[in-house]
């Protein structure tokens, strides 16, 4: 339900009590606004989204689910209360005691495992579903995408869903007919327009789904994961297009995504969620930061190769083999170092940072001419930066010894900030044997640099690097 006010801008409220469990409507006095730089604070009265102790409860099994929906109706209907506050067996907290708001011209990145509650927060502030506990309080026209073919129906063509799901959104169709052309170009969904949407793609879905949201002039934009099944240029244009709303029109948006690099370039304030609380609240590098760390014990966890060597403190562990090597060089520790020969797993984009692998050869085996390759990968398996070492050129000897260190230097380290396992492989001369090759992690790397794709890191790079064999020492001739 909608509240018009005399500024043009409503308020719809979701409130529930443990006494009465009915949604209240009440307008209020805001006032419009010019729009203003999203880097500045808007006055603390142009509250876009207010949330208040909210809390949302499921029942794990459907029979109890079903029964209870109907003893709360039973209840309703009595003038009782169907006692949300409480859980029934079965029942458990999907989103506990969450507070939270959103300025005008603000950006909110959502992150956190799955199963957080990440989703059904977003439905909650869509009004798809009320909360049990708490009050949530929505001033403006809400545009949302949050899940693939919502508002679509699958046996109309892209031409009507768009005129279907715009007028959804609140738009005229002499809007629509203005905006149409636009709508199709954003969606780029090119000779498919008047084919029925159930053969579309989900890239295609949400494009379109995409394209109608934006163009609805929404005051707050509500965008789920689903972003991530665009291809890279879509992204790249969702993103822009999202920073336009907020410097040209002051529309707040909020954004749940596991892409942290996405929320660390569009984001000003970030929340991470896991197990339906808050553990993070606030500036969006911590936010980041914490749900790396806790992420990184799951992503070990379900490493069936994972094992280390203790060579020395922070060896970073192998997290996945891949390709078919034939196991006649062991890598046996593999590390960072700092400048200052300090072993780390954190670093800065600007840091001169060195890769050391320790490894051993069977007594049989005698690699001449052949390739060490280093590589990273980041969270999203994009190789963003490698090196390649000859044997036999630079002053390194064409035969490895059975055993010793080589370390390869990047002067500066030069990757955006991401979380990256790293690549390591030995091959022969001619690419047709591989003696070793497995994925060591994780690097975390916090850096200034920005991404040029939202998502995604820089394309690969081979800088110029230093190798070192023991004592030996040789610079590449590798650049960008």
């Not at 799901?165 to 327009?193: R, W």
């Not at 094992?307 to 196991?327: N, R, W």
């Amino acid at each position: 339900m909608k509240t018009h006010e005399d500024s043009g801008i409503w308020k719809k409220e979701f409130a529930t009590s443990s006494r009465n469990n009915s949604s209240t409507h009440q307008p209020t006095n805001s006032s419009t606004h010019s729009p203003t730089n999203p880097s500045t604070h808007p006055p603390s009265s142009e509250v876009a989204i207010k949330v208040e102790h909210v809390s949302k409860k499921y029942c794990k099994s459907l029979k109890r689910s079903m029964l209870y929906g109907v003893q709360d109706i039973g209840r309703n209907m009595v003038g009782l209360s169907s006692r949300s506050d409480r859980l029934r067996k079965n029942e458990f907290w999907a989103v506990d005691d969450i507070s939270f708001e959103v300025k005008r011209g603000e950006t909110l990145g959502i992150i956190g495992p799955n199963g957080s509650g990440k989703t059904t927060l977003l439905k909650m502030l869509n009004g798809i579903f009320w909360p049990d506990k708490g009050k949530i309080t929505v001033r403006g026209k809400v545009g949302a995408l949050i899940e693939i073919g919502a508002g679509f129906h699958p046996m109309l063509t892209g031409r009507e869903n768009i005129y279907i799901n715009a007028a959804i959104l609140g738009m005229t169709k002499q809007e629509v007919d203005e905006k149409f052309d636009d709508i199709v170009e954003f969606a780029d969904i090119g000779n498919f327009l008047d084919t029925p949407v159930k053969f579309y793609s989900s890239g295609m879905f949400v494009r379109l789904g995409f394209a109608v949201a934006i163009h609805c002039k929404p005051d707050i934009l509500l965008v789920d994961e689903i972003l991530a099944v665009g291809d890279t240029a879509f992204r790249r244009k969702s993103a822009d297009r999202m920073k336009e709303l907020i410097i040209n029109s002051d529309c707040s948006i909020i954004m749940v995504s596991h892409n942290l690099q996405s929320v660390e370039a569009i984001a000003n304030k970030a929340i991470l969620l896991n197990k339906g609380t808050i553990s993070v609240s606030g500036d969006v590098k911590d936010a980041v930061t914490q749900y790396d760390l806790l992420m990184r014990p799951r992503e070990k966890g379900k490493a069936s190769t994972s094992k280390s060597v203790d060579t020395g403190q922070e060896e970073l562990k192998l997290v996945q083999t891949y390709g078919a090597a034939g196991g006649e060089v062991t890598i046996q520790g593999v590390w960072l170092e700092s400048s200052n020969g300090e072993r780390r797993t954190q670093f800065s984009g600007d840091e001169d940072v060195a890769v050391c692998i320790s490894y051993k050869m069977s007594k049989d085996i005698s690699i001449q001419h052949g390739y060490v390759w280093v590589a990273f990968i980041n969270e999203y398996d994009v190789n963003c930066m490698g090196a390649r070492l000859r044997l036999g050129e630079n002053k390194i000897p064409e035969v490895l010894p059975e055993s010793g260190t080589l370390q390869v230097w990047f002067r500066p380290f030069q990757l955006t900030t991401s979380s990256y396992k790293i690549s390591i492989a030995f091959f022969n001369k001619t690419y047709t044997a591989q003696y070793a090759q497995g994925h060591y992690g994780y690097v975390k790397v916090v850096s200034d640099i920005p991404s040029l794709i939202p998502g995604l890191n820089t394309p690969v790079c081979w800088p110029r690097c230093e190798w070192n064999l023991d004592s030996l020492a040789t610079k590449g001739s590798k650049n960008c």
